[in-house]
């Protein structure tokens, strides 16, 4: 036998070289690998580590909905391919809520889409949209989807500082007007991950109407609708005059329903955009587990709801007071937030940057919280707390970080 031949089991042959894509080589690398590092090495040391890191709810999803998903993962008939269009009681739940809550109207077969999850919608809005070279307006500090999603389609990235002067609002007047002429999609987050600010009626107004001018889909994120606290209701991005005609909203069950796993979310809006969203999907995935529409419609529908959400809101609420008072007994200058359950402090003095603040309050407290970097350069300066331990343990937390902080800077 030749020895030159490919042997089946690989061995003794030169080992096939392996090109990631342009797409994955420019993923930015991953912010948090080095504080992963750091956790473990204090998890192994047997460290009592307090993860304020993630967003990622600590409560269970309700019974309400759990029972329900049991009852419908047991029908045989749940266990098919969904319809490509998504599950006609799902979208007309979703659109009842906006009636309801909002008093938007939506045609549930037009101007709804059902996603998995609204990370997936968001990271492909842009393939739907996007020519190499076009842009796309986006916050900075922001969730990195909006960005990666961009950058995947081809398109650059055109970032809106959120400032603290400007109630971490964008400041649309300050967009260069060439940009704004070429832009393409914009994207905007309230209430708001990571600064935890809310939108004020007239600035979505503002932000349709900038939409409209320039001819840009706008597509708002409202993942923490139902997070509010002190009585503040988030509105919607579609009760602003205009809005539905200039864009559509992303929305998600995982955080107002304790439901991060299930991965159920939907787009509505302006009826073209949920359109060409839904025909990509349908060429890329086959929809949610039938089972986990229907659990989504009795997330929306039962009477439980209503209770259920002002419960966890005043679980955050009670969190956030022991976070924001605890940081200002800090001398931190901190803003309570009035939704989402994240507190956005500026980095104390004496540290050169959020990441080496973050490090320290690792390495000297075990208390994880996220650098403001990794959201955007308008977030340096800055941490995110997450209030995702209960009370006691937060009021923990911030035990350590004053002790920390007491005990001397780096
Ligand atoms: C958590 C989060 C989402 C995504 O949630 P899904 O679980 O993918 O629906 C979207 N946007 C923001 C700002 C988030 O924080």
Redesign the pocket.
């Known amino acids: 036998m030749s020895n030159s031949r490919t042997n089946i089991s690989g061995k003794g042959v030169h080992k096939m070289h392996i090109q990631p894509a342009d797409r994955i080589n420019k993923l930015p690398r991953y912010l948090f690998a080095e504080i992963d590092k750091k956790i473990r090495a204090a998890v192994e040391k047997g460290v009592d580590v307090i993860k304020l890191g993630i967003?990622d709810p600590d409560q269970p999803t309700p019974d309400y909905i759990v029972k329900r998903a049991i009852e419908e993962v047991q029908k045989p008939a749940n266990h098919t391919y969904p319809p490509d269009e998504g599950l006609t009681e799902f979208k007309e739940a979703v659109a009842a809520y906006y009636k309801e809550r909002h008093n938007v109207e939506l045609d549930p077969e037009k101007e709804v889409c059902v996603l998995l999850?609204?990370?997936?919608g968001?990271a492909h809005i842009s393939a739907c949209f996007v020519n190499p070279g076009d842009l796309n307006l986006v916050p900075d500090p922001g969730?990195p989807v909006y960005s990666i999603g961009t950058m995947f389609a081809g398109g650059d990235v055109y970032r809106m500082p959120l400032l603290a002067e400007n109630n971490f609002l964008p400041d649309f007047s300050a967009v260069d007007k060439e940009v704004a002429k070429k832009a393409k999609l914009m994207f905007l987050?309230y209430p708001n991950?990571p600064t935890g600010a809310e939108a004020p009626p007239e600035f979505f107004a503002q932000a349709a109407q900038f939409a409209k001018e320039n001819n840009i889909i706008i597509c708002h994120?409202q993942?923490y609708s139902e997070i509010a606290y002190d009585g503040y209701k988030p509105m919607s991005f579609l009760e602003a005059p205009g809005a539905k005609e200039v864009g559509i909203e992303f929305g998600?069950l995982?955080?107002t329903f304790n439901m991060?796993g299930w991965r159920l979310?939907y787009a509505v809006g302006r009826a073209e955009v949920v359109e060409v969203l839904s025909r990509y999907k349908t060429n890329i995935d086959s929809g949610t587990f039938k089972a986990i529409q229907y659990t989504g419609v009795e997330a929306f529908t039962n009477p439980a709801k209503d209770e259920f959400q002002a419960e966890i809101s005043k679980m955050y609420q009670e969190r956030r007071d022991v976070v924001v008072n605890a940081l200002k007994e800090m001398g931190i200058d901190v803003r309570a937030p009035k939704a989402t359950f994240y507190v956005w402090a500026p980095v104390p003095k004496g540290f050169a940057d959020s990441t080496e603040f973050v490090s320290y309050i690792l390495e000297e407290t075990g208390v994880v919280v996220t650098p403001g970097r990794g959201f955007g350069e308008h977030g340096e300066g800055y941490f995110r707390i997450a209030l995702t331990v209960d009370a006691e343990r937060m009021a923990e937390a911030m035990r350590r970080i004053k002790d920390a902080l007491a005990a001397g800077r780096p």
């Open positions: 967003g999850g609204s990370k997936e968001i969730y987050n991950n994120d993942a998600s995982s955080k991060t979310a």
